[in-house]
């Protein structure tokens, strides 16, 4: 009786634990959405690491030798790259985190930044 009572316990805490969890989960996206880091293009970061410099322009339906002159620009790249170059690749250079490629795309398809 006393194990079953102990397994009903640990039950009861992880369930909490488990709805906690969620919420939290529900109230960093939402605050992430606040913070302006929304895109037109859901993509998860470690598959964006896997695209080309033209595969992301073109899911952005952005110029890819602009996306690309921006990235050398903001992450002060010294070797040479082009549009079929991987992200991936890229971050060998430089770790930056595939958000701030997103953040950049965003900004590039809006006309932020493509008249500099």
């Given at each position: 009786?006393?194990?079953?009572?102990?397994?009903?316990?640990?039950?009861?805490?992880?369930?909490?634990?488990?709805?906690?969890?969620?919420?939290?989960?529900?109230?960093?996206?939402?605050?992430?959405?606040?913070?302006?880091?929304?895109?037109?293009?859901?993509?998860?970061?470690?598959?964006?690491?896997?695209?080309?410099?033209?595969?992301?322009?073109?899911?952005?339906?952005?110029?890819s030798n602009v996306l690309l002159s921006r990235m050398?620009?903001?992450?002060?790249?010294?070797?040479?790259?082009?549009?079929?170059?991987?992200?991936?690749?890229?971050?060998?250079?430089?770790?930056?985190?595939?958000?701030?490629?997103?953040?950049?795309?965003?900004?590039?398809?809006?006309?932020?930044?493509?008249?500099?």
């Amino acid at each position: 009786m006393k194990k079953i009572t102990i397994f009903v316990l640990v039950m009861i805490i992880g369930s909490l634990f488990g709805i906690f969890g969620y919420l939290s989960y529900s109230n960093f996206e939402e605050h992430e959405h606040e913070d302006g880091h929304e895109h037109s293009v859901e993509i998860e970061g470690n598959e964006m690491k896997l695209l080309t410099v033209q595969e992301v322009a073109d899911l952005w339906e952005i110029d890819s030798n602009v996306l690309l002159s921006r990235m050398v620009i903001e992450f002060n790249l010294e070797e040479s790259y082009t549009g079929d170059s991987v992200l991936e690749d890229i971050r060998e250079e430089y770790a930056f985190s595939p958000a701030l490629i997103k953040d950049i795309a965003e900004e590039l398809k809006r006309g932020d930044l493509q008249n500099e």
